[in-house]
């Protein structure tokens, strides 16, 4: 029982709990792409035994999330669920004045992480810190947006769609849109609805998961160039470099029984960086 499989993350579930039920379930080494914050919902995709190899490959460093943010509340976490530690009044604000806001957030970023996450400092976790009441360091990460959109507002409450890179924090991108708007935010609700070619129709949910589930091919559900060719297989069992014709520099390489992700050396010779039976 090798491939990948989508499910439905429910709230009061860490993305762990969801792993460790998966294995008991189906007997088996399971991964996932991308860890979701307990209070959040949606899409995560877990790889089973021999497909966690290629979870690097399949595509799923892009996610897209729909968020509330409370306005006029701050908390220790950033999300709804923390303690508050700040209110403020909220200022009369437009559904345009909102959508300028969110529109100034698209491209790249030097995003700040928060203190209450699983980043981890020499070798600990940052939110193990913070329930010590240790000094944390204030860790920044690279982030891209590349869509946002106001999807209602009302009553001091955004809701918005965000297509982002991997490793950006939706709790601080609602705190730095209630700052841009004059006034404090927190996150009230978050849901993952697409990862890499993943989206909900894909997912199921998790009381559904069963020795008789289908999973997705590992072959089909990676995202790089493919080259097909049986008469290669036993070099790529081998490990071994390959002359490749073809203008791409990194390709996943088909020899049947035995496949694996190739990279560019020098000139048309490849060399075998992750084999994937």
């Not at 860490?14 to 294995?23: E, I, M, N, Q």
């Not at 509330?68 to 909220?90: E, F, N």
């Not at 944390?136 to 809701?159: A, D, K, R």
Request: charged share 25%; net charge negative.
């Amino acid at each position: 029982m090798d491939g990948i499989l989508c499910v439905y993350k429910p709230q009061n579930m860490t993305s762990f709990d969801v792993v460790a039920r998966v294995r008991r379930i189906l007997n088996a080494k399971v991964g996932h792409a991308g860890t979701l914050d307990p209070m959040a919902t949606g899409i995560l995709v877990l790889a089973i035994n021999k497909a966690t190899k290629a979870l690097n490959y399949i595509g799923t460093e892009q996610k897209t999330y729909i968020a509330k943010l409370q306005l006029g509340t701050h908390t220790h976490t950033g999300d709804i669920w923390g303690d508050v530690i700040d209110t403020q009044s909220v200022p009369e604000l437009t559904e345009d004045q909102v959508k300028e806001v969110l529109r100034t957030f698209l491209g790249t970023m030097t995003q700040r992480v928060p203190k209450v996450s699983a980043k981890k400092i020499d070798g600990r976790r940052s939110y193990d810190y913070v329930l010590k009441g240790d000094e944390v360091e204030q860790l920044f990460t690279e982030v891209s947006i590349s869509n946002i959109e106001l999807i209602s507002f009302n009553s001091g409450v955004i809701e918005f769609g965000a297509t982002v890179s991997n490793g950006t924090y939706i709790r601080t991108l609602c705190e730095d849109i209630a700052e841009k708007l004059g006034t404090i935010g927190t996150m009230s609700s978050l849901e993952r609805t697409v990862v890499g070619i993943y989206t909900l129709s894909d997912a199921i949910k998790l009381e559904d998961v069963s020795m008789e589930t289908p999973l997705d091919d590992v072959k089909s559900s990676i995202v790089l160039p493919k080259i097909v060719d049986e008469s290669l297989s036993v070099l790529i069992s081998h490990g071994k470099r390959i002359e490749l014709d073809t203008q791409h520099d990194r390709v996943l390489l088909d020899g049947g029984d035995y496949y694996a992700v190739y990279e560019r050396e020098l000139g048309s010779r490849f060399k075998s960086v992750r084999g994937l039976w």
